[in-house]
Protein backbone atom coordinates (compact mmCIF):
# COMPACT_ATOMS: atom_id res chain seq x y z
CA UNK A 1 0.00 0.00 0.00
CA UNK A 2 1.59 3.46 -1.15
CA UNK A 3 0.27 6.72 0.41
CA UNK A 4 1.66 10.19 -1.17
CA UNK A 5 1.40 13.67 0.04
CA UNK A 6 -2.03 12.89 1.92
CA UNK A 7 -3.42 16.19 3.34
CA UNK A 8 -6.58 16.91 6.02
CA UNK A 9 -7.32 20.13 6.93
CA UNK A 10 -10.37 20.83 9.00
CA UNK A 11 -11.15 24.69 9.34
CA UNK A 12 -7.53 26.10 11.25
CA UNK A 13 -6.40 22.52 12.06
CA UNK A 14 -4.57 20.45 9.69
CA UNK A 15 -5.05 17.20 11.10
CA UNK A 16 -3.19 15.58 8.21
CA UNK A 17 0.23 17.34 6.97
CA UNK A 18 0.56 15.62 3.67
CA UNK A 19 2.00 12.22 4.76
CA UNK A 20 3.87 9.17 2.47
CA UNK A 21 3.82 5.90 3.58
CA UNK A 22 5.15 2.78 2.36
CA UNK A 23 3.16 0.08 3.89
CA UNK A 24 4.24 -3.53 2.47
CA UNK A 25 2.24 -6.69 2.37
CA UNK A 26 1.64 -9.82 4.45
CA UNK A 27 2.71 -8.06 7.65
CA UNK A 28 0.96 -6.99 10.60
CA UNK A 29 1.50 -2.79 11.11
CA UNK A 30 0.43 -0.59 13.51
CA UNK A 31 0.15 3.04 12.98
CA UNK A 32 0.85 4.68 16.24
CA UNK A 33 0.55 8.15 17.98
CA UNK A 34 -0.66 9.72 20.71
CA UNK A 35 -4.35 11.42 21.06
CA UNK A 36 -5.16 13.12 18.06
CA UNK A 37 -2.13 12.78 16.20
CA UNK A 38 -3.91 12.20 12.91
CA UNK A 39 -4.59 8.31 12.97
CA UNK A 40 -8.60 8.01 12.67
CA UNK A 41 -8.24 10.98 10.04
CA UNK A 42 -5.04 8.90 8.11
CA UNK A 43 -7.35 5.70 8.12
CA UNK A 44 -10.37 6.85 6.94
CA UNK A 45 -8.48 8.58 3.86
CA UNK A 46 -6.92 5.59 2.85
CA UNK A 47 -10.34 3.32 3.30
CA UNK A 48 -12.19 5.80 1.19
CA UNK A 49 -14.48 6.92 3.99
CA UNK A 50 -13.13 10.81 3.98
CA UNK A 51 -12.13 12.39 1.20
CA UNK A 52 -8.46 13.90 1.43
CA UNK A 53 -7.68 17.13 0.16
CA UNK A 54 -4.59 16.49 -1.41
CA UNK A 55 -2.51 13.47 -1.79
CA UNK A 56 -3.17 9.75 -3.32
CA UNK A 57 -3.55 6.44 -2.17
CA UNK A 58 -2.73 2.81 -3.96
CA UNK A 59 -3.54 -0.33 -2.52
CA UNK A 60 -2.69 -3.25 -4.28
CA UNK A 61 -1.74 -1.11 -7.55
CA UNK A 62 -5.68 0.74 -7.61
CA UNK A 63 -6.57 4.22 -6.31
CA UNK A 64 -8.32 4.15 -3.36
CA UNK A 65 -10.53 7.68 -4.65
CA UNK A 66 -10.12 6.67 -8.33
CA UNK A 67 -11.55 3.24 -8.74
CA UNK A 68 -13.13 2.82 -5.25
CA UNK A 69 -15.29 0.00 -5.79
CA UNK A 70 -12.08 -1.91 -7.10
CA UNK A 71 -10.59 -1.38 -3.51
CA UNK A 72 -13.72 -1.84 -0.81
CA UNK A 73 -13.98 -5.19 -2.64
CA UNK A 74 -10.39 -5.89 -1.48
CA UNK A 75 -10.23 -4.34 2.03
CA UNK A 76 -12.22 -5.04 5.39
CA UNK A 77 -12.88 -2.00 7.89
CA UNK A 78 -13.37 -2.00 11.72
CA UNK A 79 -13.85 1.95 11.44
CA UNK A 80 -13.61 3.92 15.14
CA UNK A 81 -16.71 4.35 16.64
CA UNK A 82 -18.66 1.85 14.35
CA UNK A 83 -21.93 2.54 13.66
CA UNK A 84 -23.82 -1.38 13.70
CA UNK A 85 -27.38 -1.81 12.40
CA UNK A 86 -28.66 -2.15 15.76
CA UNK A 87 -32.40 -3.97 15.01
CA UNK A 88 -30.62 -6.98 13.59
CA UNK A 89 -29.37 -10.23 14.96
CA UNK A 90 -25.07 -10.89 15.10
CA UNK A 91 -26.86 -13.56 12.39
CA UNK A 92 -28.55 -11.49 10.21
CA UNK A 93 -25.87 -8.65 10.25
CA UNK A 94 -23.82 -11.45 8.80
CA UNK A 95 -26.17 -12.74 6.16
CA UNK A 96 -26.77 -8.64 5.12
CA UNK A 97 -23.12 -7.93 4.82
CA UNK A 98 -22.88 -11.07 2.69
CA UNK A 99 -25.61 -9.94 0.31
CA UNK A 100 -23.63 -6.37 0.09
CA UNK A 101 -20.13 -8.40 -1.02
CA UNK A 102 -22.13 -10.59 -3.33
CA UNK A 103 -21.03 -13.44 -1.57
CA UNK A 104 -23.48 -16.46 -2.18
CA UNK A 105 -25.92 -17.51 0.21
CA UNK A 106 -24.91 -20.89 1.11
CA UNK A 107 -21.57 -19.61 1.69
CA UNK A 108 -22.05 -16.67 3.70
CA UNK A 109 -24.08 -19.32 6.03
CA UNK A 110 -20.90 -21.54 6.55
CA UNK A 111 -18.31 -18.33 7.02
CA UNK A 112 -20.85 -16.65 9.54
CA UNK A 113 -20.77 -19.85 11.77
CA UNK A 114 -17.46 -19.92 11.79
CA UNK A 115 -16.58 -16.91 12.32
CA UNK A 116 -19.50 -16.27 15.33
CA UNK A 117 -17.60 -19.91 16.57
CA UNK A 118 -14.51 -18.59 16.91
CA UNK A 119 -15.26 -15.09 18.11
CA UNK A 120 -17.15 -17.09 20.84
CA UNK A 121 -20.42 -15.56 19.14
CA UNK A 122 -22.04 -18.54 18.93
CA UNK A 123 -24.55 -18.64 21.52
CA UNK A 124 -25.51 -14.51 20.83
CA UNK A 125 -25.80 -14.95 17.07
CA UNK A 126 -29.71 -14.57 17.49
CA UNK A 127 -29.44 -11.40 19.79
CA UNK A 128 -29.85 -7.86 18.73
CA UNK A 129 -26.59 -5.86 17.96
CA UNK A 130 -28.19 -3.55 19.81
CA UNK A 131 -28.13 -5.49 23.12
CA UNK A 132 -24.38 -6.13 22.41
CA UNK A 133 -21.76 -4.96 24.64
CA UNK A 134 -19.01 -3.07 23.92
CA UNK A 135 -16.44 -6.02 23.18
CA UNK A 136 -19.27 -8.24 21.16
CA UNK A 137 -20.04 -5.22 19.04
CA UNK A 138 -16.17 -5.03 18.15
CA UNK A 139 -16.22 -8.56 17.55
CA UNK A 140 -19.53 -8.92 15.29
CA UNK A 141 -17.88 -5.69 13.34
CA UNK A 142 -14.82 -7.83 12.93
CA UNK A 143 -16.68 -10.77 11.72
CA UNK A 144 -18.18 -8.70 9.56
CA UNK A 145 -14.73 -6.82 7.90
CA UNK A 146 -13.87 -10.05 7.40
CA UNK A 147 -16.66 -11.65 6.29
CA UNK A 148 -15.35 -11.33 2.19
CA UNK A 149 -11.78 -12.32 2.90
CA UNK A 150 -9.93 -9.16 2.48
CA UNK A 151 -6.42 -9.19 1.42
CA UNK A 152 -5.69 -6.32 3.94
CA UNK A 153 -8.24 -5.26 7.12
CA UNK A 154 -7.71 -2.13 8.52
CA UNK A 155 -8.81 -1.81 12.29
CA UNK A 156 -9.42 1.31 14.18
CA UNK A 157 -8.44 0.77 18.04
CA UNK A 158 -9.71 -2.47 17.65
CA UNK A 159 -9.16 -3.54 21.01
CA UNK A 160 -10.58 -0.19 23.02
CA UNK A 161 -13.09 -1.52 25.59
CA UNK A 162 -12.47 -4.85 25.31
CA UNK A 163 -11.95 -7.34 27.95
CA UNK A 164 -8.39 -9.53 27.94
CA UNK A 165 -10.42 -12.56 27.18
CA UNK A 166 -12.17 -11.07 23.96
CA UNK A 167 -9.00 -9.59 22.93
CA UNK A 168 -6.94 -12.50 23.32
CA UNK A 169 -9.56 -14.09 20.99
CA UNK A 170 -9.80 -11.15 18.87
CA UNK A 171 -5.70 -11.32 18.57
CA UNK A 172 -5.82 -14.88 17.76
CA UNK A 173 -7.73 -14.27 14.72
CA UNK A 174 -5.99 -11.63 13.40
CA UNK A 175 -2.75 -13.59 13.50
CA UNK A 176 -3.99 -16.83 11.91
CA UNK A 177 -5.24 -14.23 8.90
CA UNK A 178 -2.00 -12.34 9.05
CA UNK A 179 0.02 -15.94 8.76
CA UNK A 180 -1.54 -16.50 5.32
CA UNK A 181 -0.33 -13.66 3.92
CA UNK A 182 -2.95 -11.42 4.44
CA UNK A 183 -2.20 -7.84 5.84
CA UNK A 184 -3.39 -5.90 9.17
CA UNK A 185 -2.95 -2.12 9.68
CA UNK A 186 -4.38 -1.54 12.90
CA UNK A 187 -4.01 2.26 14.80
CA UNK A 188 -3.41 2.10 18.40
CA UNK A 189 -2.06 4.57 21.21
CA UNK A 190 -1.19 1.30 23.70
CA UNK A 191 2.39 0.49 22.42
CA UNK A 192 3.18 -2.89 24.57
CA UNK A 193 -0.05 -4.35 21.97
CA UNK A 194 1.85 -2.69 19.19
CA UNK A 195 5.34 -3.95 20.22
CA UNK A 196 3.78 -7.71 20.87
CA UNK A 197 1.50 -7.44 17.69
CA UNK A 198 3.04 -5.83 15.29
CA UNK A 199 5.99 -6.53 12.93
CA UNK A 200 6.51 -3.02 10.94
CA UNK A 201 5.15 0.37 12.50
CA UNK A 202 4.40 4.16 11.31
CA UNK A 203 4.69 6.71 14.18
CA UNK A 204 2.20 9.51 13.81
CA UNK A 205 2.50 12.82 15.57
CA UNK A 206 0.72 15.78 15.06
CA UNK A 207 -0.63 15.29 11.71
CA UNK A 208 3.02 13.67 10.10
CA UNK A 209 4.87 10.38 10.06
CA UNK A 210 7.81 10.55 12.48
CA UNK A 211 9.35 6.88 11.70
CA UNK A 212 8.35 3.73 9.84
CA UNK A 213 9.96 0.94 9.25
CA UNK A 214 10.30 -2.48 10.69
CA UNK A 215 9.48 -2.73 14.52
CA UNK A 216 13.27 -3.58 15.31
CA UNK A 217 14.11 -1.00 13.16
CA UNK A 218 12.17 2.42 15.14
CA UNK A 219 12.64 0.64 18.37
CA UNK A 220 16.18 0.66 17.46
CA UNK A 221 18.60 0.92 20.68
CA UNK A 222 15.51 1.84 23.11
CA UNK A 223 14.51 -0.77 25.47
CA UNK A 224 11.09 -0.75 24.29
CA UNK A 225 8.87 0.64 21.52
CA UNK A 226 7.43 3.22 24.70
CA UNK A 227 11.06 4.62 25.03
CA UNK A 228 11.47 4.76 21.18
CA UNK A 229 7.89 6.24 20.81
CA UNK A 230 8.39 9.05 23.97
CA UNK A 231 11.58 10.05 22.22
CA UNK A 232 10.19 10.35 18.80
CA UNK A 233 6.99 12.11 19.64
CA UNK A 234 8.87 14.37 22.09
CA UNK A 235 7.81 13.95 25.43
CA UNK A 236 7.31 17.29 27.47
CA UNK A 237 9.79 15.84 30.14
CA UNK A 238 6.43 16.28 32.58
CA UNK A 239 6.52 13.04 34.90
CA UNK A 240 2.78 14.45 35.56
CA UNK A 241 0.88 15.84 38.23
CA UNK A 242 4.05 18.47 39.95
CA UNK A 243 1.84 20.97 39.16
CA UNK A 244 -1.30 19.57 41.35
CA UNK A 245 -0.05 20.19 44.58
CA UNK A 246 -3.71 20.23 45.92
CA UNK A 247 -4.27 16.81 44.47
CA UNK A 248 -4.27 13.85 47.19
CA UNK A 249 -3.56 15.90 50.12
CA UNK A 250 -6.61 15.60 52.54
CA UNK A 251 -5.88 18.65 54.72
CA UNK A 252 -8.08 21.13 52.22
CA UNK A 253 -10.24 23.90 53.64
CA UNK A 254 -12.71 22.66 56.67
N1 LIG B 1 -14.36 16.09 11.74
C1 LIG B 1 -13.44 16.85 12.33
N2 LIG B 1 -13.62 18.19 12.47
C2 LIG B 1 -12.68 18.96 13.03
N3 LIG B 1 -11.49 18.52 13.52
C3 LIG B 1 -11.26 17.21 13.41
C4 LIG B 1 -12.21 16.30 12.83
N4 LIG B 1 -11.68 15.04 12.86
C5 LIG B 1 -10.46 15.16 13.45
N5 LIG B 1 -10.21 16.45 13.78
C6 LIG B 1 -8.97 16.96 14.39
O1 LIG B 1 -7.87 16.43 13.69
C7 LIG B 1 -6.83 16.04 14.58
C8 LIG B 1 -6.51 14.56 14.39
O2 LIG B 1 -7.60 13.79 14.87
P1 LIG B 1 -7.66 12.20 14.75
O3 LIG B 1 -8.99 11.76 15.27
O4 LIG B 1 -7.31 11.79 13.37
O5 LIG B 1 -6.49 11.76 15.75
P2 LIG B 1 -6.13 10.33 16.37
O6 LIG B 1 -4.67 10.17 16.21
O7 LIG B 1 -7.01 9.28 15.78
O8 LIG B 1 -6.48 10.56 17.92
P3 LIG B 1 -7.02 9.53 19.06
O9 LIG B 1 -5.90 8.61 19.37
O10 LIG B 1 -7.30 10.47 20.19
O11 LIG B 1 -8.24 8.87 18.51
C9 LIG B 1 -7.32 16.40 15.99
O12 LIG B 1 -6.77 17.65 16.34
C10 LIG B 1 -8.82 16.49 15.83
O13 LIG B 1 -9.37 17.42 16.74
Known sequence: MQVHGLWKRFGQQIAVAGIDLELPAGHFIGLVGP???????????????LRPDAGTVEIGGADVWRDPVAVKSRIGVLPEGLRLFERLSGRELLAYTGRLRGIPGAETDRRAAQLLDVLDLSP??????????????????????LLHNPE????????????PVSAQVIRGVLERYTASGASVVFSSHVMELVESLCDWVAVMAAGRIVAQGPLADVRGAAPSLQ????????????????????LGSMKGPQ
Open 35 to 49: NGAGKTTTLSMVTGL
Open 124 to 145: AQNKLVVDYSTGMRKKIGLAAA
Open 152 to 163: VLFLDEPFEGVD
Open 227 to 246: DAFLSLVGATGRTGGQDLDW
